[in-house]
């Protein structure tokens, strides 16, 4: 969906490392104008697809996200 999209284009602008992403799902919301729970169900349904994994930290600290599904399929529909 263009939720989907969008949220990906969110962590993908908080990207602080080469490997993962970490920012809080509220501060998506907030940037993105949307209710938390519509975030939450964006990234459970991506989870859920295999295009994005969420990775948890310690207590107190926002998920890590990796795109790994996503470029795989990017990559394989590219060689064909």
């Known amino acids: 969906t263009s939720t989907e999209v969008m949220v990906i ?4 602008d908080f990207q602080w490392t080469s490997d993962a992403a970490h920012p809080s799902l509220n501060r998506i919301a907030k940037r993105m ?7 939450r169900n964006a990234v459970a349904n991506m989870e859920s697809l295999g295009l ?3 990775h948890s930290r310690r ?3 926002t998920n890590l996200y990796t795109f790994d599904g996503l470029i795989n399929g990017a990559e394989m529909k590219n060689k064909s």
């Open 9 to 12: 284009i969110q962590i993908l």
């Open 33 to 39: 104008g949307m209710d938390i729970k519509t975030i």
């Open 52 to 54: 994005l994994k969420r």
């Open 59 to 61: 207590r107190g600290q």
